[in-house]
């Protein structure tokens, strides 16, 4: 019913700059928060950063003044600019929604999902 499409993973040197973005498509009411996650092997799935309908965004501490959020509601995209990257930013980034899904006319349901994860690492 819904599908994440993500892109922008890759290599990139310490200092260095990607930016992530993340598609969602399908039968789609409205979007009440896109965000990104990641998660480092051996770590659990933490918060990179989200924003919400009302432009509310939050970023973990570690990304603060680094990495921007930023959405184009037209196209139902949320975008991760990462800049001045450090090796401790490497793992695997995860697009997740938080929406309203349409069934059929008077039929709604709020759905979570997530992408399926795109790699960044950051290395010499």
């Known amino acids: 019913q819904v599908q994440l499409v993500e892109s922008g993973g890759g290599l990139v040197q310490p200092g260095g700059s990607l930016r992530l973005s993340c598609a969602a498509s399908?039968?789609?009411?409205?979007?009440?928060?896109m965000g990104w996650y990641r998660q480092a092997p051996g770590q659990e799935r933490e918060l990179v950063a989200n924003r919400t309908g009302d432009g509310t965004t939050n970023y973990a501490d570690s990304v603060k003044g680094r990495f921007t959020i930023s959405r184009d509601n037209a196209k139902n995209t949320v975008y991760l600019q990462m800049n001045s990257l450090k090796p401790e930013d490497t793992a695997v980034y995860y697009c997740n929604v938080d929406l309203i899904l349409y069934f059929r006319p008077g039929y709604y349901g709020r759905r979570d999902y997530w992408g399926q994860g795109t790699q960044v690492t950051v290395s010499s």
């Open positions: 399908g039968n789609i009411h409205s979007i009440n928060a």
